[in-house]
């Protein structure tokens, strides 16, 4: 398709420049501003405050729900050049590119009214509330009960690995309300409350050194009927809506590592002689550049199957799949590269500000949320290959049938 901008968004683009211009410092480096700690979630607060107010929030939701009733392309826009700012944009991404389009979907229109203009402008924070230690990778294999009283529901049960669940407000839920079918058709999604009593949050220590993770316990906690997200026993649906906007959310704004290792091979020398030259730098540089020219080719893909009113496709799991290693793998490289400072943490001592030590932390983490190497090469082979299925032994089992460790 052709990527120039029309007149409309060529407007749109001036605007959202000549904002940012006067809101946020542009770039001076290519480094991923990390997300961890109370400073950084007060900033991010104060930003999508501003956004809001300045009508940049929530580009194509409706404006009834805070948005800006525009198209996916001027989100693609503003993407574009928020990329060249220091600022908080993605910090978010959790709550409004995951939970919101569920809430979109599924909520019935008061919850819609009282509850997305609020998400929009981060006066209210979200997460998402899916993975537990017993199920791993496998959604579907869940155990938090939710039961009915009455016109409410009491939750019962731990989810594990909830980003930015310390700092949240509410969260989107997926709860296992009938046992006695299969994994699948026992689950119902719901909004919840995350500062009730019945809640409790404890942030994971990680070895990068931050809690962006968190464990949370659900002791006879509270979500009102009205915050049922579709059906009783409907909530696969519901999931799957969820994670197809995270696999397309994080590939957004998925780390690849490349222009960052770009910059490093231009100017680290290597016994006195630029490392640019070497062979062996050299070929993993245009490894790496090839697979970072796919991903950008991928996206494109995405971009002109949403501006034909499409969807986006597998192409945000291959994104997911491809960067989140790649970033992974540049990290350990860079470091080895660095010899031994490439052990040194100290942003004021270590070259590039540590930016590869931290990658080589965090990295592995990535690769994990939003679904696993082994889902996201799955969802490729069945989706985009037509490859068959994975045999399973559960499949339509009742639930509690399946066999445990326990049983």
């Given at each position: 398709m052709d990527?120039?901008?029309t007149p409309?968004?060529?407007a749109?683009?001036?605007?959202a420049?000549?904002?940012?211009?006067?809101?946020?410092?542009?770039?001076?480096d290519?480094?991923?501003?990390g997300?961890e700690?109370?400073?950084?979630?007060?900033?991010?607060?104060d930003w999508?405050?501003?956004k809001?107010d300045?009508g940049?929030a929530?580009?194509?939701?409706?404006?009834?729900?805070?948005g800006a009733?525009?198209s996916?392309l001027?989100?693609?826009v503003w993407?574009q050049?928020v990329?060249?700012?220091?600022?908080?944009?993605?910090?978010f991404?959790?709550g409004i590119?995951?939970?919101?389009?569920?809430?979109m979907?599924?909520?019935?229109e008061?919850?819609?009214?009282?509850?997305l203009?609020?998400?929009?402008?981060?006066?209210?924070v979200?997460?998402?509330?899916?993975?537990e230690p017993?199920?791993?990778s496998d959604v579907?294999?869940?155990?938090?009960?939710?039961q009915?009283?009455?016109?409410q529901?009491?939750?019962?049960g731990q989810?594990?690995?909830t980003?930015?669940?310390?700092?949240?407000?509410y969260?989107?839920v997926?709860?296992?309300?009938?046992?006695?079918v299969s994994k699948y058709?026992?689950l119902t999604?719901?909004?919840?409350?995350?500062r009730q009593?019945?809640?409790e949050?404890r942030?994971?220590?990680?070895?990068?050194?931050?809690?962006?993770?968190?464990?949370?316990f659900?002791r006879?906690?509270?979500v009102p009927d009205?915050y049922?997200?579709?059906e009783?026993g409907?909530?696969?649906?519901?999931a799957?809506?969820?994670?197809?906007s995270?696999?397309?959310a994080i590939s957004g704004?998925?780390?690849?590592g490349?222009?960052q290792?770009?910059?490093?091979?231009?100017?680290?020398?290597?016994?006195g002689?630029?490392?640019?030259?070497?062979p062996?730098?050299?070929q993993?540089?245009?490894t790496?550049?090839?697979q970072y020219a796919?991903?950008?080719a991928?996206n494109?893909r995405m971009?002109?199957?949403v501006?034909?009113?499409?969807?986006?496709?597998?192409e945000a799991s291959?994104?997911k799949l491809?960067g989140?290693?790649?970033?992974?793998e540049?990290?350990n490289y860079?470091?080895?590269l660095?010899?031994?400072?490439g052990?040194?943490l100290?942003k004021?001592l270590?070259?590039?500000?540590?930016h590869?030590?931290e990658?080589?932390?965090f990295?592995?983490?990535?690769r994990?949320?939003g679904g696993?190497?082994?889902v996201?090469r799955?969802?490729?082979?069945?989706q985009v290959?037509?490859?068959?299925?994975?045999?399973?032994?559960?499949?339509?089992?009742?639930?509690?049938?399946?066999?445990t460790?326990?049983?």
């Open positions: 990527f120039k901008d409309e968004l060529a749109f683009r001036d605007a420049r000549n904002w940012l211009d006067a809101n946020a410092n542009r770039r001076t290519k480094l991923h501003m997300m700690g109370e400073q950084a979630f007060l900033e991010a607060k999508y405050k501003k809001a300045a940049f929530c580009l194509t939701w409706p404006k009834e729900y805070g009733g525009l996916s001027h989100e693609v993407a050049e990329a060249n700012y220091a600022t908080r944009d993605a910090h991404v959790i590119g995951n939970c919101g389009p569920a809430i979907h599924f909520a019935n008061q919850a819609k009214l009282e509850l203009p609020r998400m929009a402008s981060a006066e209210d979200w997460c998402q509330l899916f993975s017993s199920a791993g579907a294999g869940l155990r938090t009960r939710a009915q009283d009455g016109d529901w009491l939750l019962n989810k594990i690995w980003s930015g669940a310390q700092h949240s407000d969260g989107v997926l709860t296992r309300t009938d046992p006695t058709r026992g999604l719901f909004m919840m409350d995350m009593s019945g809640v949050v942030p994971i220590k990680q070895m990068d050194g931050g809690q962006h993770f968190n464990e949370v659900f006879d906690a509270v009205a049922r997200l579709g009783v409907g909530g696969w649906t519901g799957l809506t969820v994670l197809m995270e696999r397309l704004i998925q780390p690849t490349f222009p290792f770009l910059d490093l091979v231009k100017s680290l020398q290597l016994n002689q630029a490392i640019a030259e070497d062996v730098v050299r993993r540089l245009a790496w550049y090839s796919g991903l950008q991928a494109k971009i002109t199957a501006a034909k009113g499409g969807i986006a496709g597998a291959m994104g491809v989140a290693v790649m970033n992974q540049i990290a860079a470091c080895q660095f010899g031994p400072a052990v040194i100290d004021s270590s070259p590039e500000q540590a590869f030590q990658q080589v932390l990295s592995p983490g990535v994990l949320a696993t190497d082994e996201m799955n969802i490729i082979a069945e290959l037509g490859l068959p299925q994975e045999p399973r032994a559960d499949k339509g089992m009742a639930f509690q049938d399946i066999p460790g326990a049983n």
